[in-house]
């Protein structure tokens, strides 16, 4: 068994990890509030946004914004893995990490795959073994749509080139404090409307259909890159304050037991001091 003061100095010790795992829990609280309001705010615009793109999506062949619709022969891929900068989220960031190869895997085998991190976790682990042709960590530093578009008209462009036939974005989708859901979702080209489950709408236009594509298919684009990285960024904060909750619990119960641990071990060697004493005392005696 430990000495005494090997005991209390792990008792020190812990105590000190609880106050960290606690603090880091009521600031990922605190962000995850903000956080999760901005993505609830903007889910109902960027699926709106979403389902009138695939309405004229239809549409578009041979016209302007027709470019970003095209169905080609899948022959070179684009992913987009979007993790976080920092790490203390538990299977957060791995999660994302497995899923981007095991789609891979299954999906493009023998196909020419690139991906494009954006978060530093997921870089240092997928350009090890895969070919990473831009990474985006500076994003979380300023996460404004403005600095999210910039890295979409990249996108963007790299496809309408003919860089790639296909873009899709691997991340973690927000649902509660206690559950990401890991999502691939299709970027480019934009993916048809489904007839069994959309009604066909009839749209007027004005000022005319191409002017309205043209500055629709580019901004529905941007914000479905920028929903996604702020559903990550939400589910980022609510693994992490899970993840220390979980922390701050496990260090509290090996406390308990190293206190009862020290509390048996001070009895012991109290009890072994009187033992000593009255056998003294007794050999006095006779």
Do not use: W
Request: with cysteine.
């Amino acid at each position: 068994m430990a000495n005494l003061k090997e005991i209390r100095n792990r008792i020190t010790s812990i105590g000190s990890t609880m106050q960290i795992t606690s603090a880091m829990k009521m600031v990922s609280a605190a962000k995850l509030k903000k956080a999760q309001d901005a993505i609830t705010q903007m889910r109902p615009y960027a699926n709106k946004l979403t389902e009138l793109l695939q309405s004229l999506s239809a549409t578009l062949e041979g016209e302007v914004g027709g470019i970003y619709s095209e169905q080609k022969e899948v022959s070179k891929v684009l992913v987009v893995v979007i993790t976080s900068n920092r790490g203390l989220c538990g299977g957060f960031n791995s999660s994302v990490v497995k899923a981007t190869i095991k789609n891979i895997e299954e999906n493009y085998t023998g196909k020419q795959v690139d991906l494009l991190t954006i978060g530093k976790k997921g870089n240092d682990i997928l350009a090890k073994s895969n070919n990473v042709i831009e990474n985006h960590n500076e994003i979380f530093d300023d996460l404004t749509f403005d600095n999210v578009a910039e890295v979409a008209e990249k996108i963007m462009n790299l496809f309408a080139e003919g860089a790639y036939d296909k873009v899709e974005l691997v991340y973690n989708q927000f649902k509660n404090a206690a559950t990401q859901i890991e999502t691939i979702e299709q970027f480019l080209p934009i993916a048809p409307i489904e007839s069994d489950t959309t009604t066909n709408v009839d749209y007027l236009f004005e000022p005319s259909k191409a002017e309205i594509v043209l500055e629709l298919i580019p901004k529905s684009l941007k914000t479905q890159l920028y929903k996604a990285i702020r559903d990550s960024f939400a589910a980022e904060h609510g693994a992490r304050m899970t993840a220390m909750h979980k922390a701050t619990d496990n260090a509290t119960e090996l406390r308990d037991d190293l206190l009862l641990t020290y509390n048996k071990a001070r009895q012991a060697a109290i009890t072994s001091e009187i033992l000593e004493i009255v056998g003294g005392a007794e050999a006095l005696n006779n």
